[in-house]
RNA sequence: GGAGGGUUGGCUGAGUGGUUGAAAGCGGCGGUCUUGAAAACCGUUGACGGGGCGACCCGUCCGGGGGUUCGAAUCCCUCACCCUCCGCCA
């Protein structure tokens, strides 16, 4: 969330992100919680007062007692104060809880550099890498490439659990664990600190990062109030919630490969169709805690670190720079990477790399200062970020398609062929 | 799942209704002594919010949240976590 008090002096500077986001139902919110913090701070001052009144009574009636005297008039003065000082506080309470709700409701503010954009028409190609492979044939989509050698079976999904959970099987299965190795092994030599997160949150957790209360409705939801992770950066990103870390030390660096769940109600039509959209996937993330100062630096640094695994790959690839429509509602600045799809002529979003910038850690109340916890001094608000490199099914689906055989085998890029164990999947 | 015990400042650990924001020790910081260091001794040392140019002043904080009371670290309720024992279990 954002800060209170930058709220208080930049209502305008927020209104005005709020409108660029596309999300008018957060207008409402804001307006509320500009009311409530008003009140709040007359109030507080009053309540204040009267508590000082009472604390210096309350030690004046100890010492009357202490030497017998009567106290008698005094504590009985001393119960209407009581009486106000309990009625100020429970409004006050009413007035934090308001503000709390409603601060959670303002979206973070775009960076300066995210150009303006009503919706995903908007967003700007930044950048283009390779070239879309020529066929001697009429290249196959990968569901059909999959299915033919029963390396993704969808049906029996289907009958284990529903749709949009995939079995994969033989060959297939064996591309998925070598993408968990290729991937993790990359990020570690990229200097990542490799975790094994737990695939359920708690409300906590999904609150700091912002899936509560935006988008409950998007994750699964299990017994005793936990939530099945939508992306293992829930899990990671809470890792330093309520703490304070050494600047010096910084930045973190954190990946976990992990199952993700997303509920993606409401998607249907071809845009499902095969891996493009399922509801359970892997994926490996890549997680920074930053400095305010490096934390742009550290973005473009992730994303070369994607691109570099999509070009390791050999897959061609495009950059987009979102528009302030397109980007949701915690992101200050969004990539999303592309890779081609040449059984399907078009493009899939295999990564999403964003920096929060202090909206997650103000959440999470992740600070910072020289020394950590045991430092001196007043904390400052790290920065976060968070990438995708990338998610297994899209990029499985590009895989397939781009080193199709007309005779349905398919060849493993060299750099993952290790990995996989062979170099032609038949 | 059942029974009991616990959670206090950077750490250890006192404190069961009235100048307790909190003893003591450790650690940290400053000083004396010393060529320097160590040891010893002396002093000092919590966080957050608000106010004032400032010496300072006010409020909140003893796991979280409520309650009782003129007054709560201390009594009551509730939640979370930790420990011990029993049960169950890959």
């Known amino acids: 969330m954002l800060d209170l008090r930058f709220i208080r002096e930049n209502p305008d500077a927020v209104r005005r992100a709020i409108r660029a986001k596309q999300l008018p139902d957060a207008l409402e919110s804001l307006e509320q919680l500009l009311l409530a913090d008003e009140e709040y701070r ?51 309470r009413s007035l934090e809880a308001r503000i709390g709700e409603c601060l959670l409701e303002v979206p973070n503010l775009p960076h300066a ?45 289907v009958k284990i659990t529903g749709a949009g959970f995939p079995l994969f099987r033989g060959q297939g299965a064996r591309l998925v664990r070598g993408l968990e190795g290729f991937f993790l092994d990359r990020l570690a030599d990229a200097g990542y600190t490799e975790l094994v997160v737990p695939l359920m ?75 493009n959209r399922v509801h359970q996937f892997d994926k490996v993330e890549m997680v920074a805690f930053t400095t305010p100062e490096a934390s742009y630096d550290a973005l473009e640094a992730m994303t070369a670190t994607s691109e570099a695994m999509l070009e390791a790959l050999g897959l061609g690839y495009r950059r987009l720079l979102m528009c302030t429509g397109d980007m949701g509602f915690t992101q200050a600045k969004k990539y999303d990477l592309e890779a081609w799809s040449p059984g399907q002529r078009r ?49 499985i689906a590009a895989i397939l398609e781009t080193y199709q055989n007309e005779d349905g085998s398919v060849r493993v890029p060299a750099a993952l062929a290790p990995y996989v164990g062979r170099e032609l999947l038949s």
């Open 42 to 92: 007359l109030l507080r001052r009053d309540l204040e007062e009267k508590q000082a009144l009472r604390n210096a009574s309350s030690k004046h009636i100890g010492e009357l007692k202490r030497k017998g005297e009567d106290a008698e008039p005094l504590m009985r003065e001393m119960g209407e104060v009581a009486a106000e000082v309990k009625r100020l506080e429970e409004r006050g």
């Open 347 to 395: 493009w899939l979003e295999v990564s999403s790399i964003s920096n929060m910038e202090a909206f997650q850690a103000t959440r999470l109340h992740t600070r910072m200062r020289a020394g950590g916890a045991a430092g001196k001094g007043k904390p400052g608000l790290v920065h976060t970020l968070n990438g995708s490199a990338l998610a297994f099914p899209r990029t």
């Open 201 to 275: 949150v708690n409300a906590a957790s999904a609150t700091a990062t912002g899936q509560l209360p935006d988008k409950e409705g998007q994750m699964y939801q299990v017994q005793d109030g936990y939530y099945l992770i939508p992306t293992s950066e829930v899990a990671i990103t809470n890792l330093h919630r309520d703490e304070i870390l050494d600047t010096d030390a910084l930045p973190f660096l954190y990946t976990a490969y992990s199952a993700c769940f997303r509920r993606e109600a409401g998607s249907y039509g071809k845009d499902v169709r095969g891996l």
């Open 113 to 157: 550099s995210v150009p303006y954009g009503e919706s995903e028409h908007d967003n700007v190609v930044v950048k283009e890498w390779g070239t879309a492979p020529s066929f001697g044939f009429e290249p196959r989509p990968h569901w059909e490439i999959a299915a033919a050698r029963g390396w993704v079976d969808l049906e029996a999904g």
